[in-house]
């Protein structure tokens, strides 16, 4: 089984407001989106298991225009690292959403550890003077450990940076052993972000380096799916298809000049060339 997920992050900013939607109104754009995309994840859902992840106020739309019989799911961006609990807190999270909350509005996924939400924590701990990652990765098990117990599936994000490369098993071990610790890794993957090939310009992994990457994860997981979580796109698809540790992508934008953006055509090519139809 493969697995082609998607970061919707926050495409729906039009570009008056410096986004890049055009594709709806704001107030309508989750459930456009999911309706021009829905027909791609269930022509593929015998192949590959497919998410989506959307920002939170695009929750309830999403799992509006999801039909009974549709296998795709779908997945929020985040989570917070406490929750709801009998004789304990209530709801008392002003500003958090936690994995209660979004799997009582029809979540499955959550994605945990994206390299923004990473740069978003150890930017906070930096105002503090606090320059620790191992920190960060224990506020992430917080909500992974959360997720799981809420009986959200989980992709889980590590990778280095370029200042990190010549350590990246000591970087990403950290990133699994304590983003993991403690955690029933049957509802887990983990996605391989390489920071330093990631924007305009930047070097591009090949199959060999992200398949020592993908081994070393599947070593330290007892063999968790990796997903490439660089981005999966048409000019990569067929190249990550063939690498036997990766079992999947994420797939961002879908256009990177011009008009740049998330469009179903493009995503629907993606999935395509990935599963072997686009050759």
Known sequence: MKYIFANLKRFDIPKEMDGINTLAPVSLWGSYLTGQIRETMNQYSAQAEFAVFYPEAYLLQAADAKAAEDGWKVGVQGIYRKDTEKGGNFGAFTTNRTAKSVKSMGCEYVLIGHCEERMDKAGVLAHAGITDSEAVNRILNEEVVCAVKAGLSVLYCVGETEAEQNRWQDVIGEQLDVGLNGVDLSGISVAYEPLWA??????????????????????????????????????????????????????????????????????????????????
């Open 198 to 279: 990631i924007g305009p310009g930047k070097p591009v992994p090949d199959s060999d380096y992200i398949t020592k990457i993908a081994s070393f994860i599947k070593s330290r997981t007892d063999g968790c799916p990796v997903i490439y979580g660089g981005g999966l796109k048409e000019e990569n698809a067929r190249m990550l298809a063939e690498i036997p540790c990766v079992d999947g992508g994420l797939i961002g934008l879908t256009k990177f000049s011009g008009d740049i953006g998330f469009y179903p055509d493009g995503f629907a090519s993606i999935v395509e060339k990935y599963l072997g139809e686009g050759k």
